[in-house]
């Protein structure tokens, strides 16, 4: 199944840090033939920290060592080793001085400075918030550290209260150079990788931006404000929710949590928390001089100017939304597109009559367009010239038979009144006739130029228009012509449908309005955006400050296309430009809107067109993508798409048969409705092949392969892909090869090979920031999230869907932000933060409820269910997964229902009813799951399901399997759960001493993939194999952090049956009872018994009620 567009976890992912390892030393043990262990201080996200006698120098030491499960990974090792060579640069006396890098046993070790005392962290959990003045003496004592560090071109990047230790005189220092990194290296990290704590990180370092000292001057803000208040800046949320608050905008003043404050520590810790560096102070020996003076320098004016300007950009940025196909929330009713009484035109200029000589039909055309452009950007009711155009081919009239069919053509209008015209080439010269009649044939007025000769009809022109305007009723200042020359270009621009060539050095002086206006129309519309954008600058430059109503109209669609969103929405907002009756101008109004997010503003004005011409098919189709991006997909699908299909196959229009065809398949995707998707991608590709409109082609090639994929057409998708790729290549265009490249990366996720999955959308993400667009750039972010949380990095993962949330949230996408806090409630499960988990996902689940978005709301049911799961919760669990596998059923998406079942069946072998358990997977085979990673959970499960009905030997085949087969996949939690079952399943048939090797792996893949949940089946597995000390102080430090979890039963019932100590046993089989009482009392029946069954035959004889 996807979760949020990507894979489901079952069994989550978080840090690993705080974990104990099997190389623990007990008191006494002598370290590299010097140190003698005392006891154990702490641990770090490196490793663990004990205290020690050097008996060499007589002298009390710290000795940190890396973690077994991280010695393996060679970048682990390399930071650990960077600690020492960083520390050791630095020299202060509010600096941990490191003294040497030693080997013991196979592993690493730092010796440093004893400090006794505590951390920070620990001095605010004992007394709350300092006073004022003991505070900003701290803050100075680390600001002395952070100085000398910086001198030597050191950046901590991981300052916390956990990391400053202070001693009983409150001397301080700074500790844990873990993730320091020199200023002038290169290559320790990769770009975009975030290092450091997400609830301590910097704005610069939560965007994976480059960063100097300032960023750590921003950690002392956050430590100051804590030794202030007793809280970090924006409490009250998760840590994620507290980080996107942090990317977007400074924290409140400290005063207005704690009032009463000194004004210079107020406003010390708001310099320091700015949310621009260029607005903190610029050194840490900058801090320190302004604490002694008691008073800050003021920040340099060109500073503020350029953040100022950085803001204005970033807020410009956040509205420009291009072309991204979004959804946002609004008000279903108001977004309805229920055509109401249409209004009726007042005429329409219908094709002028002329001679049959070529260079005659091209100037008659030219013209026609013209004189209805110039009438509309007066406020006419006219028809626009495209409607016009559509209109004559849907009833298959010509400039010929249109007089002979007036009433049709009028109906057809809505209009009662045509204006008509004759161009006649004599010896005297040009002249033109126009005649207005009604659809009837009565006349009701004339006009017409003299005769002239060619070169000066434009000016004839110029010079009737007047009285043209006050017949058409419009008040029009003095209106320009084009030259014959450029009305006959002008003619060559059309129809909008024919893909030609054109630059502005065509047609000599042809660059007037109109003729830039239909040529940068026909140019987006026939999707050459990058060649638009082009010959928009250049009309740009043609234009200038040119007052004219058709110059304006101009310079406005060339803003438009040249992404100057500030420009296009102060017009709209202002209500400047042309009026309702001018569709065209509408139409491209309405887009801008749509790309900024605008949704019910666009379409607003989009009812405005389809009221007027409800065979608007441009109309129609805009409609239905504003509201496919704001959820409505069913309205879109069954009235806007539908509207606008019929309208294409009238009017014979092939490209929007084609855009129509592609929006009714992303409609039918949204609904769950795999199979029609898949005919309409197929469709428009082949219509867009027809029309050599490889761009629009590669589109639907791609959307094909993302709908193959989740089908779990694996052969298909690539087929569809590489299609893809050999249509795009040639053109060059980076926009469409990153979008290529991202889909590269879907189906490396839909397949479990997620290392390739995130190499693909990190080159996508990186393609999309040079481009610059919002929306574009967050789905790439919530990809890159997705990818580091399914490789079990964490941090990274977290970092970027927080970011991914906050990118959304700027351009009010809804629906983004529902897959992105989807996500970060399955980062949150697996690092055992269950509560934030949980408000994460239900939050999400109302959303995607409230905005009709069934995949969604199926993906939030099945994070809720395997929360409820891990949490003992299983009747709720259960009931969870069976809706959601229903709603992937009927969505035709067979990978999420199988992946309900084997949450389904998990909760069932949790609660110790594996018959059951077995029959949710019996008619389950392995080979035939496409997807490897699913394949191997199939197994895992199905061998849990066995061992706990006592087939030692299947059960043993089955984990053999699905270790091979996560091998295959790259999936490291199936195969460490394979691992741990094979453990139980030796244990159980009596062979236990064959289980060292398997016990060895799975500590291996913690390295990989250390999650609170999966940690804790390592250490509960550990413990029924004969576990020692290490696995259940573990297990009872990790589950202090997760009173709720479901298996706490079996840790302490299996702690029972090893611990030595009487009063032990006693206090573990009273923790055991505990917790077997919370989770029996919400089952009952047979899945009650279940479980008391399954206590018993751990030795625990349920208390009698």
């Known amino acids: 199944m996807t979760a949020p567009g990507r894979e489901f976890i079952g069994d989550g992912g978080a840090t690993a840090t705080g974990l104990l390892s099997a190389a623990e030393f007990a008191r006494g043990d ?6 003698r262990i005392e006891r154990l201080l702490g641990m770090g996200g490196m490793g663990v920290v004990y205290q020690a006698h050097d008996e060499q120098l007589g002298i009390e030491v710290a000795l940190k060592l890396l973690r077994p499960e991280l010695a393996s990974r060679p970048d682990a090792f390399e930071r650990f080793r960077h600690e020492l060579l960083l520390a050791r640069q630095v020299s202060s006396p509010h600096v941990v001085r490191i003294h040497d890098l030693v080997q013991h046993a196979g592993v690493w070790l730092i010796s440093m400075d004893f400090v006794p005392g505590r951390s920070l962290e620990q001095l605010l959990d004992a007394e709350g918030p300092l006073g004022p003045e003991r505070a900003l003496r701290i803050a100075r004592q680390i600001a002395l550290g952070l100085a000398a560090a910086h001198h030597r071109q050191v950046i901590h990047r991981d300052l916390k209260p956990a990391n400053v230790l202070v001693t009983d005189t409150d001397e301080v220092l700074i500790s844990d150079f873990g993730v320091a990194r020199s200023a002038g290296a290169t290559g320790l990290t990769l770009s975009g990788v975030i290092i450091g704590t997400p609830e301590y990180l910097s704005p610069e370092q939560a965007r994976a931006e480059r960063v100097d000292g300032r960023s750590d001057l921003y950690a002392l803000g956050l430590i100051l404000h804590e030794m202030l208040t007793g809280s970090v800046p924006f409490a009250g949320g998760t840590p994620a ?38 607005h903190r102070p610029q050194s840490a020996d900058e801090v320190v001089r302004a604490i002694d003076a008691g008073a800050l320098s003021r920040p340099p004016a060109a500073s503020r100017r350029r953040a100022a300007l950085l803001a204005l950009a970033l807020a410009v940025a956040a509205l420009a939304g291009a072309l991204a196909w979004r959804q946002h929330d609004g008000d279903g ?109 009565g006349t009701q007025w004339q006009e017409r130029t003299r005769s002239v000769a060619e070169e000066s009809l434009h000016d004839e022109l110029a010079a009737l228009w007047p009285r043209i305007a006050r017949r058409m009723g419009v008040q029009s200042p003095d209106a320009t012509f084009p030259s014959p020359a450029a009305l006959r270009t002008l003619a060559r621009a059309w129809p909008l449908d024919t893909d030609v060539a054109w630059t502005p ?26 060649e638009a954008a082009g010959v928009a600058r250049a009309a740009l430059d043609a234009l200038g400050d040119l007052a004219a109503p058709d110059a304006a109209r101009a310079r406005w669609l060339a803003r438009y296309l040249v992404g100057d969103t500030d420009a296009v929405l102060a017009m709209l907002d202002a209500q400047t430009g042309a009026p309702d009756q001018d569709h065209p101008w509408q139409l491209f109004a309405a887009r801008a809107l749509i790309a900024a997010g605008r949704y019910d503003d666009a379409l607003a004005r989009l009812r405005t067109i389809t009221e007027s011409d409800p065979r608007n098919v441009d109309a129609w189709f805009h409609t239905g993508k504003a509201l496919l991006m704001q959820g409505d997909a069913q309205l879109a699908v069954d009235d806007a798409l539908t509207r606008a299909l019929v309208a294409a196959n009238r009017q014979s229009d092939r490209r929007m048969q084609a855009d129509v065809t592609n929006a009714l398949g992303i409609g039918y995707r949204q609904l769950g409705q795999l199979d029609a998707a898949a005919e309409h991608f197929d469709k428009a590709a082949r219509l867009r092949h027809a029309l050599a409109d490889a761009r629009g082609e590669g589109t639907s090639l791609r959307n094909l392969a993302t709908v193959h994929a989740i089908q779990g057409r694996f052969d298909r998708a690539d087929a569809a892909l590489a299609q893809a790729r050999a249509t795009l290549e040639p053109l060059g265009d980076p926009v469409a090869m990153a979008d290529l490249v991202n889909d590269v990366g879907t189906l490396e996720e839909e397949r479990g090979d997620f290392r390739k999955a995130l190499a693909a959308y990190r080159e996508a993400l990186g393609f999309r920031q040079a481009q610059g667009d919002p929306g574009w750039i967050a789905e790439s972010l919530i990809n890159v999230g997705f990818a580091y949380l399914q490789l079990g990095e964490f941090d990274n993962a977290q970092v970027y869907l927080q970011q991914a949330d906050s990118a959304y949230g700027s351009i009010d996408d809804r629906a983004g932000a529902i897959r992105a806090r989807q996500g970060l409630g399955l980062a949150h499960t697996a690092r055992g933060e269950f509560v934030q988990a949980r408000e994460a996902i239900e939050g999400s689940l109302r959303d995607a409820e409230t905005l009709q978005m069934p995949e969604e709301q199926a993906t939030a049911l099945a994070g809720l269910a395997e929360l409820d799961r891990l949490e003992g919760h299983y009747a709720a669990a259960l009931d969870r997964a069976s809706r959601a596998q229903t709603m992937f059923e009927s969505r035709e998406d067979p990978r999420g229902a199988l992946e309900m079942r084997l949450i389904r069946s998990a909760a069932l072998a949790d609660i110790g009813n594996y018959a059951q358990a077995q029959a949710v997977l019996v008619a389950e085979d392995p080979d035939a799951v496409q997807n490897i990673e699913q394949r191997a959970l199939l197994q895992w499960r199905q061998g849990e399901a066995a061992l706990g009905l006592a087939r030692h030997d299947d059960a043993l085949r089955l984990a053999t399997e699905a270790i091979d087969t996560a091998r295959a996949a790259g999936a490291v939690v199936p195969e460490i759960g394979a691992h741990l079952l094979r453990i139980r399943a030796l244990a159980a048939a009596g062979r236990q001493r064959e289980g060292g090797e398997d016990l060895a792996a799975a500590r291996d893949g913690l390295a990989r993939f250390a999650s609170v949940p999966v940690r804790l089946l390592f250490d509960e597995a550990a413990l029924a194999s004969g576990g020692g000390d290490t696995d259940l102080r573990e297990a009872r430090a990790l589950i202090a952090r997760l009173p709720s979890y479901g298996r706490r039963w079996r840790v302490e019932a299996l702690a029972a049956r090893t611990l030595a100590s009487a009063d032990a046993v006693t206090e573990a089989r009273a923790a055991a009872h505990e917790a077997l009482a919370r989770v029996a009392g919400a089952l009952d029946g047979a899945q009650r018994e279940a479980l008391l069954t399954e206590a018993r035959a751990l030795g625990l004889e349920p208390e009698t009620p």
């Open 241 to 278: 929710e507290m980080l996107a608050q942090r990317i977007v905008r400074s924290p409140p003043g400290v005063d207005t949590v704690k009032p009463g404050l000194p004004t210079f520590a107020v406003r010390l810790c708001a310099r320091l928390l700015a949310l621009q560096p260029a």
């Open 333 to 441: 009713e108001a977004s309805r597109a229920a055509v109401a009484p249409r209004m009726q035109l007042a005429a329409a200029v219908v094709p002028i009559v002329s001679g049959d000589a070529p260079d005659d039909r091209a100037l008659a055309l030219g013209l026609e367009r013209t004189l209805a452009l110039h009438l509309a950007a007066q406020g006419a009711a006219v028809a626009d010239p495209l409607r016009t155009a559509r209109a004559l081919r849907e009833l298959g009239l010509d400039a010929a038979s249109a007089p002979r069919n007036r009433e049709r053509l009028g109906a057809a209008l809505r209009t009662s009144a045509l204006l008509e015209g004759e161009l006649v080439r004599d010896d005297t010269g040009l002249r033109v006739l126009f005649t207005l009649r009604d659809t009837a044939g």
């Open 505 to 530: 050095a065509t047609g000599g002086d042809a660059l007037a309005p109109d003729v830039w206006w239909w040529t940068l129309e026909r140019l987006d519309r026939n999707g050459r955006q990058a």
């Open 30 to 35: 002598l370290v590299a033939a010097r140190f």
